[in-house]
């Protein structure tokens, strides 16, 4: 499966396990900025590592403090290697961009229509500098 997604926020691109969630999440409380992984108990996939994968968020939960969390999660090196959005989440990306302004390198942010995700479950993925999604063979 390859697909041409919408690039949000340029970075390095990546490579890994996919972790498509199932339900939108909050970052602030719901992602563990030291570890990578799900902690909100409610959320279907608590436990999960996003640090390493390629993260297909179906939507985000706001607070003004996700862009805070996804960017301790840069800094920690524990970041999705790259993230694919069903659509732009400005408070979340800033994040991505005060980071890279910082000086570090940031995972590329992309936008994929929400149908096209559950493709990727589970296999191995990898998102090219140009948007360009592809899954291993």
Do not use: C
Not at 67 to 84: D, K
Not at 93 to 107: F, K, S
């Amino acid at each position: 499966m390859n697909s041409a997604a919408e690039i949000l926020v340029p970075g390095k691109a990546g490579e890994g396990e996919a972790l498509v969630l199932t339900a939108p999440i909050s970052f602030w409380g719901g992602v563990d900025p030291k570890t990578g992984r799900i902690a909100d108990v409610r959320h279907p996939q608590h436990g999960e590592v996003i640090a390493g994968r390629v993260l297909f968020l179906p939507g985000t939960i706001g607070s003004s403090s996700a862009s805070a969390v996804l960017m301790e999660l840069v800094h920690n090196g524990r970041a999705p290697t790259a993230l694919v959005l069903h659509e732009p989440d400005a408070i979340l990306l800033l994040g991505l961009i005060v980071a890279r302004e910082m000086g570090w390198e940031t995972p590329i942010a992309t936008r994929l229509e929400r149908g096209a995700f559950d493709a990727y479950r589970g296999g191995a993925v990898s998102v090219g500098a140009d948007g360009a999604i592809t899954a291993a063979v």
